[in-house]
């Protein structure tokens, strides 16, 4: 036990080193917000999704009931996902000798997705970025888009700039006109493109979006949650276990107090107190966790 606690706090430390900015290679995506429960699938392991998690190529990612992710891609483009989503990072490249390239394959296996290529951020390179659905594949090229699968359809919704979308046994579609939706029911012909209406547009949009206050962990968060603070190593590691196995990324901080020590299980990154207590409740309620309470530090 006590090794296996050695080995927590030792990744931790080094999860928390960062490269010099000039040195660091800039990752192909990264975890930049997370409203949990919300897993990261990699080489057959399921762990749950961190706030900062550098993602590979072949990397899933899953989020529960209520739950949002969003991503950093290489290129500066956001990606941001639903509850109950399944999605898939594939074909991921950063060419970086002469002409910079970044490719991508991102797969909507389940769920609501945006994809927005920002403008603040800067990216002197070209982007080769497809996104695939069950059945459709949309191009896109400087792209605000929306898009969902589900049992019997799937949706796309262009916000603004250009896709391409295609099809088996359809001809291509391309799309560029803002506030349009493509529809394809999974047993009939694709719809034709039509007018999405601002009030359904801003439905679809807040599939994705995460709420104020509702539980967000993001780069820069200052608020904390404990879980859990026991002077018991084993009951640290038990209240630790069912976090992560529950979708929430927890650790374990052993802090010396009155001569002795207590093992502190926390989820730290959250954005408000607003969101720290929205988590409180959440795992008071799934969980059954009551030894719980959110401070700044």
């Known amino acids: 036990m006590w090794v296996r606690f050695v080995h927590l706090v030792l990744l931790a430390a080094l999860a928390s080193w960062a490269a010099p900015p000039a040195l660091a290679a800039i990752p192909d995506a990264e975890v930049e917000a997370v409203l949990a429960p919300a897993w990261l699938i990699r080489a057959g392991k399921r762990i749950a999704l961190g706030v900062g998690k550098e993602l590979k190529n072949g990397d899933q990612i899953l989020t529960g009931d209520a739950a949002r992710a969003r991503l950093r891609l290489a290129d500066g483009s956001t990606v941001k996902l639903g509850e109950n989503a399944r999605f898939s ?8 000798d002469g002409t910079r390239m970044f490719t991508a394959a991102l797969g909507v296996v389940e769920g609501a997705f ?5 403008l603040l951020y800067k990216y002197s390179g070209q982007r080769d970025v497809k996104v695939k659905f069950a059945t459709v594949t949309a191009g896109i090229r400087g792209t605000d888009l929306w898009g969902k699968t589900t049992a019997d359809r799937e949706i796309v919704a262009l916000i603004e700039g250009k896709i391409t979308l295609t099809r088996p046994g359809d001809e291509a579609v391309t799309m560029t006109r803002p506030s349009t939706v493509y ?8 719809l034709p493109v039509s007018t999405l209406p601002p009030e359904l547009l801003a439905t679809y949009a807040a599939e994705t979006e995460m709420a104020p206050g509702a539980g967000e962990a993001r780069k820069g968060g200052t608020w904390r949650l404990y879980a859990a603070r026991t002077k018991s190593q084993e009951e640290a590691l038990a209240v630790y276990d069912k976090l992560r196995d529950a979708g929430y990324d927890a650790s374990v901080r052993p802090i010396g107090k009155d001569g002795q020590t207590e093992y502190a299980v926390r989820i730290v990154g959250l954005l408000t107190e607003a969101d720290g207590v929205a988590l409180a409740v959440k795992l008071r309620v799934q969980l059954g966790l009551q030894d719980v309470s959110v401070s700044l530090n």
Do not use: E, I, V
């Open 114 to 118: 945006r994809f927005t290529t920002s």
């Open 89 to 96: 990072l594939d074909g991921m490249t950063q060419k970086r």
């Open 183 to 190: 529809q394809t029911p999974r047993a009939a012909a694709a």
